[in-house]
């Protein structure tokens, strides 16, 4: 058994706590009280306080950790318990490190934890975090077979090798073959910060709104950005009210309708969703999606075939301009929907409109002039709305949120006649000068309504706009930071400084960098870049490049292993000037020392094969012998001036 | 007044006189007696064997005596026998044919086993041990023997300990065409010995052995010598490598070797002349290789490497 010395003990464990540390929002929080807790007992054992926990205490330590995982998270088929319950494992671990190897295989274990919050965070920030982690577990690998601790030495070692490490790491960045997962496992988290869902119920965008993550970036082809007031990113058109909520229409989307043709100028951008589980993606209407795995859906919504995860990026033509015709008789029946018989008052009022007003668009004119002129409050946090909260939220407390009045506009539409519909997606973004594209935050998620018209097809209609206008012309956030509580806690208030957005905006056009050039390098952009460098590569060349290139450093290091020679020669500066010179003759000559070949038979038989190199090699050789085999101080000068070889004539 | 060595080239080029085209062989056994070791020659009847010892003895100038061993033969024929002596009433130790500073062996196989293991111990030893009294051999004592190693019906061939004590195994072979010739044309050599002055001496002798004990030797010899034994011990074509006995007897012949060669340090080349007649009659090929001792010398010298 080889005891570990006390420092290395200790760096193990610095080492594990870092490994461990950053996954910190990820794992319970009680975790680190465990690592501290085991960290202790074994620094216990370590100074022979303690002896190793019995068998049945390491069951009961493990019983204890699952039951903690199951009950934190009532669920194992998803990332974050697998995670915790490996961290778990690596720290409980700890307790039965008896020899050197088992120490170095908790460190090894550090270095997938390390990969493991790669799962949870992928920003650009992200990074040297790793590479602080990855200096402490080198750092804790040394110290194992260090006799005395050399804390400066370890650090400035491990930076070597992780400056060594990096072309191997770019090489295989660039080449390695990017593998689909083998199995997706969704993160809970993730999907409940994608934000939208695929129903609505009155409050709950006012909900999302306050939450200031990202949800997407776009950058426009030509940098040309649309007005504010184009700006409205349609995610899902919900068709079907049940009194209470909107939905989609899932009959709809069983069919896959061709996409509409693109007519005019066409905008082209690029939509990079934030990580999470995509299940619809947002667009400027009309647009089009020119990808294998995402399809048309009606009402000019795109859908992943699938469900996307991770981060996902997509190319859109869009024509801004292009009217929207695409009517059935059943798809505008169904948006002229209105079941069952709440808010009998906002009916009656509809029916009187629909009486009043024989086009459509006077109704919608009126309905629109109705919300300018009534007393309607634009606030986050409306009031409670009973069964008819339809018309208790037209008559009584009128505050609300888009979704309110997007929805009792689209209620009042349809009980007039005219067959609309509920958009839900973002309005607005923020421009990021620095590098000129467009931030979505979750905050700037929105609802609207479309109503049709038959000369004009589908139109956009946002009551929000009538009520609060600069909710689409400035923006959400900024239209309600002035009102109490908005982001207030949230980092995003800083935006009320200059220099701060200034400095946040930098930082996200270098994390969007990041995303487009590393994170979103896939095996498409792989194949184009390799193609690009050397011509057309399939993937079996690629690996065979691969495994040549893989073997080289190992063929490097056992040379160097099983090669004597070139180590003594290292050692030896006579030898070393030997083999040179040697190595030099064989260019010029073709001739190599056999390994049993003397020094002076070697010499012989250059004076017979290349009579015109012998006079110096002859010298260079006598030289070197007496350098080697006797007690002759002057012999290395005379090599060194020897060194290079003499051609005579 | 001539230096010893000298005197040690005088005496190879007078030996070289008599038995023409055999200069290594002669060097090799001049080697073996610098070292202080016995000498081995295997070789058929009649290409020099006793010429090569006698002229040895000529010019070395050492007392010289001869035995042909035979199966009858008991130890006390080599060690010698304490006879009664009547006048003056007590036993009196006659010695044997050992007792003389140079002793050659003629068809040492011959001999029992118990005859020839009585000379060995004494070649070992440098004494004789007989009825309770050790007597010492004179100094320098030097052994040749021979044996014909092809005709070995009623013989007893020397097992591998015994083949150790004898620091040197050489032949000697058919001599080439043109000293052959020189041969059968300048008529009987054994005529030829008999006017061989003697260039050396006891003393002298024992004066390059301490020569050859001063010679230099540095670290990256030894270390070959020590990867020619490590290579003998893991090769797969030899049965048992190198003793360490044959290490040291390895490095005290390169070192007369280098002596001979006119250096007063050693080089692997040295090593690398004495290594077929040290190594050998000492390496056993193992059991499913078809190699002899001179093969595996051949492949110690190819794949062993020189430098470090």
Not at chain 1, 191 to 208: H, N, P, V, W, Y
Request: hydrophobic letters at 45%.
């Amino acid at each position: 058994m080889t005891r570990t010395s006390a420092p290395a003990v200790m760096w193990l464990l610095l080492a594990q706590l870092a490994a461990i540390a950053p996954l910190a929002p990820t794992i319970p929080i009680w975790m680190v009280l465990v690592w501290g807790a085991v960290a202790w007992w074994y620094w216990r054992i370590v100074t022979a306080a303690w002896s190793f926990p019995s068998a049945l205490v390491k069951v009961g330590l493990v019983v204890f950790s699952v039951a903690g995982i199951y009950l934190q998270y009532r669920q194992w088929l998803a990332l974050e318990p697998m995670v915790a319950t490996l961290v778990l494992a690596v720290i409980l671990k700890v307790l039965e490190l008896k020899q050197r190897r088992d120490h170095w295989l908790v460190l090894l274990l550090c270095y997938f934890v390390v990969a493991c919050r790669f799962l949870f965070e992928q920003q650009i920030n992200a990074v040297p975090v790793a590479v602080l982690q990855l200096l402490a577990i080198l750092a804790a690998q040394q110290m194992l077979y260090r006799e005395k601790p050399a804390i400066a030495a370890s650090v400035r070692l491990s930076a070597l090798m992780l400056i060594q490490a990096l072309p191997l790491m770019l090489f295989l960045f660039l080449v390695f073959p990017r593998i689909g997962p083998l199995w997706s496992m969704p993160l809970p988290s993730a999907k409940a910060q994608t934000g939208m869902s695929d129903e609505l119920r009155f409050g709950d965008i006012a909900e999302l709104s306050q939450n200031a993550a990202l949800a997407f970036r776009v950058r426009f082809e030509g940098g040309q950005l649309p007005p504010p007031s184009q700006r409205y990113w349609r995610g899902l058109v919900l068709e079907n009210y049940d009194s209470q909520r909107w939905t989609v229409n899932r009959m709809g989307r069983l069919t896959t309708p061709p996409p509409p043709p693109l007519q005019g100028e066409r905008q082209r951008y690029v939509v990079t969703l934030e990580p999470g589980a995509h299940e619809w993606l947002y667009s400027l209407p009309v647009a089009r999606v020119n990808r294998d795995d995402i399809r048309y859906a009606g009402a000019y919504q795109w859908l992943p075939k699938a469900p996307l995860t991770g981060r996902l990026q997509y190319v859109v033509d869009s024509v801004l301009t292009q009217p929207r015709t695409e009517a059935s008789n059943r798809v505008l029946q169904r948006n002229l929907r209105l079941p069952g018989n709440d808010s009998p008052r906002a009916r009656e009022l509809a029916l009187q409109w629909a009486r009043q007003y024989p086009d459509p668009a006077d109704r919608v004119a009126a309905a629109l002039r109705y919300f300018r002129d009534s007393p309607f409050d634009y606030t986050l946090k409306p009031a409670l709305l009973g069964r008819d909260n339809v018309d208790e939220f037209l008559f009584e407390s009128r505050q609300g949120f888009c979704e309110h009045y997007a929805g009792s506009f689209v209620f009042l539409m349809r009980a007039a006649g005219v067959p609309s519909r509920l958009v839900v997606g973002y309005q607005g973004g923020e421009v990021n000068t620095t590098d000129n594209y467009l931030l979505v935050h979750q905050s700037d998620a929105h609802a609207w309504a479309e109503v049709w018209l038959p000369a004009r097809g589908w139109q956009r209609i946002d009551p929000t706009s009538t009520v609060a206008p600069d909710r689409v012309a400035l923006g959400a956030d900024s239209m309600l930071s002035a009102q109490q509580g908005f982001l207030g806690k949230s980092p995003l208030s800083l935006r009320r400084f200059d220099w701060a957005r200034d400095i946040r905006l930098y930082l996200d056009s270098v994390n969007y960098a990041w995303a487009n050039w590393v994170l979103n390098y896939d095996s498409e952009r792989q194949s184009g870049v390799l193609s690009s460098l050397m011509g057309g590569i399939s993937v079996k060349r690629m690996l065979v490049g691969l495994l040549i290139f893989g073997a080289l450093p190992m063929a490097l290091v056992a040379l160097m292993m099983f090669k004597p020679a070139w180590r003594a020669s290292r050692r030896e500066p006579a030898l070393r000037y030997y083999h040179t010179a040697c190595r030099r003759l064989a260019r010029r000559t073709g001739l190599r020392r056999e390994p049993g070949e003397t020094v002076a038979a070697f010499s012989r038989r250059v004076g017979e094969q290349a009579p015109e190199w012998a006079p110096w090699f002859a010298a260079f050789s006598s030289a070197f012998e007496r350098c080697q085999y006797r007690r002759d101080s002057d012999a290395l000068s005379q090599l060194r001036a020897l060194k290079r070889p003499k051609k005579t004539q | 007044m001539p230096s010893d060595l000298e005197q040690l080239s005088a005496a190879r080029a007078e030996i070289g006189n008599v038995l023409l085209g055999k200069d290594r062989q002669i060097q090799q056994a001049m080697c073996c007696l610098l070292a202080g070791g016995h000498l081995l020659v295997e070789d058929l009847p009649g290409v020099g064997k006793t010429t090569l010892s006698q002229a040895f003895a000529a010019v070395t100038g050492l007392a010289y005596r001869r035995v042909q061993f035979t199966s009858d033969m008991l130890p006390s024929d080599i060690l010698g026998v304490s006879v009664f002596d009547r006048n003056s009433n007590a036993f009196h130790f006659h010695p044997g044919p050992v007792f003389t500073q140079f002793l050659l062996v003629d068809e040492i196989n011959r001999a029992s086993p118990k005859t020839q293991s009585a000379l060995l111990e004494a070649m070992a030893e440098g004494r004789v041990t007989t009825e309770g009294e050790t007597r010492s051999l004179p100094k320098p004592f030097f052994v040749i023997a021979t044996q014909n190693p092809w005709f070995q019906s009623g013989t007893f061939p020397l097992p591998e300990s015994q083949l150790d004590r004898f620091l040197m195994r050489i032949s000697l072979g058919y001599p080439d065409e043109r000293s052959e010739r020189q041969l059968l044309e300048g008529g009987d050599p054994r005529e030829m010995l008999t006017t061989l002055p003697s260039c050396l001496d006891d003393a002298q002798i024992q004066r390059l052995q301490e020569l050859v004990k001063q010679v230099e030797v540095r670290s990256s010899v030894v270390s070959y010598i020590q990867r020619l034994i490590a290579f003998s011990r893991q090769d797969a074509e030899i049965a048992f490598g190198l003793s360490t006995r044959a290490g040291l007897a390895l490095l005290q012949c390169a070192k007369a070797w280098a002596l001979l060669e006119g250096r007063d340090y050693l080089l692997p080349d040295d090593v690398q002349a004495v290594l077929e007649p040290v190594a050998a009659h000492r390496l056993q090929p193992a059991a499913d290789s078809n190699a002899d001792g001179a093969e595996l010398v051949a492949k110690m010298l190819a794949q062993v490497s020189v430098l470090a």
